[in-house]
């Protein structure tokens, strides 16, 4: 994995100067990380953790709490169903068993193809689509089996 660029390292080396305490920085530095590599492998979560003079340990916490960062490499899209009460009122737990069914991985993982990695979420701010999800920053609800099928396929394409 190639170490971040200089650009990124100097963003990162920045971000404490805009907070009383240093460990503030450390979500925008793993977000400038993310955004440069498409994921936190063990080296970038080092790196962060060597330019914000952090424990590695802490990093790593932090980047395993939150489900917007990715520790292994991601599909190409992103599918993020919402499973909040809502969306779980109108069929969102249907609609995740034939999301597991129709990519044959569960939330949290990647297919073989690496087309897509499927995660669930607990609120994207939509219950007017209920039941929905993101396919990665698209809205779309509120959905059908149906739907979904020809979701996967127009996004599979690209």
């Given at each position: 994995m190639a170490p971040l660029l200089e650009a990124a390292r100097d963003e990162i080396r920045r971000l404490p100067t805009?907070?009383?305490?240093?460990?503030?920085?450390?979500?925008?530095?793993?977000?400038?990380?993310?955004?440069?590599?498409?994921?936190l492998p063990p080296q970038a979560l080092q790196e962060v953790a060597d330019l914000l003079d952090l424990p590695v340990s802490d990093v790593a916490?932090?980047?395993?709490?939150?489900?917007?960062?990715f520790l292994e490499p991601?599909?190409?899209?992103?599918?993020?169903?919402?499973?909040?009460?809502?969306?779980l009122l109108n069929g969102a737990e249907g609609l995740r068993r034939h999301l597991e069914e129709r990519l044959?991985?569960?939330?949290?993982?990647?297919?073989?193809?690496?087309?897509?990695?499927f995660r669930e979420s607990e609120c994207l701010a939509a219950c007017h689509l209920a039941p929905m999800m993101m396919v990665d920053r698209e809205r779309f609800g509120p959905l059908t089996p149906q739907a979904v099928d020809e979701l996967l396929e127009r996004y599979r394409a690209r």
């Open positions: 805009y907070y009383e305490r240093r460990q503030s920085a450390l979500l925008p530095a793993l977000f400038v990380a993310q955004r440069e590599l498409g994921w916490a932090v980047a395993s709490f939150y489900r917007f960062f991601p599909g190409r899209h992103l599918i993020l169903l919402c499973t909040n009460l809502a969306c044959g991985v569960r939330p949290g993982q990647t297919t073989p193809d690496r087309a897509f990695t």
